[in-house]
């Protein structure tokens, strides 16, 4: 009986490769920045509507969202596809790959529910905003994601870091990052006339960044603490008045990251009474930790064709932080790494992964991990042992996280 609802899945996948690569060649060829994403919007929305499926543009309140539904009653399963590229360098993420693989297991879990008549429910999500505009958050603000038993995604990583063997990982722990912009407000004044009239927020600026650096030497081995200089002056003789400074907090958990930035911020304040002068804080988006479902990740391995995916190894594929985080925390998640065709020196984030992104290799991967969560997602719908077990580990993990764990 599993075998006819594998293959009800990639036989529609399969029939349907052709808008799934008209959807992977639009997003790549036409790169768009967060919440800018008007084209992909406008393409996903037109095939899916031309496929019969209910389409809701400009989804949860975000105009370049979309969200598609089939099925009724049951659990839901929720597939994010991501679509926002990254600025001067295109889709250095992959993200018209994610869209793919995500547009393919939606169409394959919704043919398979229409043929079993089995109760449930799927979902394409148009998630824009990945890269620092923290787009899941307002989602999940809106309610994108309430009642969903699972949200599957995928993400490409550099395939020259795997075994010759492997094409992906299925458990990937990602870091939370508490990310914020640090203001100090001085007084100007002419640096050569009257230099000891002025307030040097610059001074600030300069005694925190290096009181930061002496922190990292007691921090631990995961933690993560980077910034830069938004605004340090305008002229050499004129005292700086105004200065910003904007650094990323990053941590195993985000109970642990918090911690961290209370650290950090005491780098800040003690600049600021040093230098005399006032500052205040901008919070920006801040991403949780990844925090996988072991239960979707094991099935996930079996779904795949046996020994190319690994489990958990190796540990550092992709690190980094990601808004993925923030739905763990809300239901079962699933965000594993699927390798690409990159050379050495061209992890995420390079021109040369950007090359990599566009190959036919790379699409036809993508699909394959598209049909792999297609399976998993059948089982969370159609098998209430293993969803309850999913569930309830789901609910311990999050107990532990609330500890900082």
């Not at 930061?212 to 631990?220: G, K, T």
């Not at 049909?371 to 309830?392: C, I, N, P, T």
Request: aromatic share 8%; net charge negative.
């Amino acid at each position: 009986m599993a075998q006819q609802w594998t293959s009800v899945i990639e036989n529609e996948i399969q029939a349907r490769n052709a808008e799934i690569s008209s959807i992977n060649h639009q997003i790549h060829s036409n790169p768009e920045l967060a919440y800018e994403e008007f084209k992909a919007h406008e393409a996903f929305v037109t095939i899916l509507t031309s496929l019969g499926f209910k389409v809701t543009p400009h989804a949860f309140g975000l105009e370049t969202s979309f969200s598609a539904e089939f099925g009724s009653g049951g659990r839901l399963v929720i597939f994010n596809a991501e679509y926002d590229a990254l600025p001067g360098i295109g889709h250095a993420c992959g993200h018209n790959l994610i869209a793919s693989a995500s547009f393919a297991s939606f169409l394959g879990l919704a043919a398979a529910l229409k043929a079993s008549g089995l109760p449930g429910r799927v979902r394409l999500l148009g998630t824009p905003a990945e890269e620092g505009g923290g787009g899941k958050l307002k989602l999940i603000a809106a309610g994108a994601y309430k009642g969903a038993s699972a949200a599957l995604m995928v993400h490409p990583g550099p395939g020259h870091n795997l075994p010759s063997h492997i094409r992906g990982v299925s458990f990937v722990r990602m870091l939370a990052n508490v990310k914020f912009r640090v203001h100090f407000t001085g007084k100007e004044s002419h640096a050569a006339i009257a230099p000891w009239d002025g307030v040097n927020a610059l001074d600030a600026v300069c005694l925190s960044y290096n009181a930061i650096s002496m922190l990292r030497q007691q921090i631990r081995p995961y933690d993560r603490i980077h910034g830069i200089f938004r605004s340090a002056g305008d002229r050499p003789n004129v005292t700086p008045g105004n200065c910003c400074v904007e650094y990323y907090i990053r941590s195993q958990t985000r109970a642990q990251a918090e911690a961290l930035w209370q650290r950090v911020l005491k780098c800040f304040e003690g600049a600021a009474l040093a230098t005399g002068c006032q500052m205040h804080t901008e919070p920006l988006n801040s991403y949780a930790d990844v925090r996988p479902s072991a239960s979707l990740c094991k099935a996930y391995v079996e779904a795949m064709p046996e020994g190319t995916v690994s489990y958990d190894e190796p540990k550092d594929i992709l690190a980094g932080s990601t808004d993925m985080g923030d739905v763990c925390y809300e239901c079962p998640g699933f965000h594993g790494v699927f390798g690409i065709g990159t050379e050495e020196g061209s992890p995420n984030h390079t021109k040369g992964f950007t090359r990599a992104a566009a190959t036919e290799d790379a699409f036809a991967r993508a699909v394959e991990c598209g049909k792999g969560m297609a399976l998993v997602g059948w089982r969370v719908l159609s098998d209430d042992v293993f969803a309850d077990e999913m569930q309830k580990e789901w609910e311990a993990d999050m107990k532990l996280a609330a500890q900082g764990k």
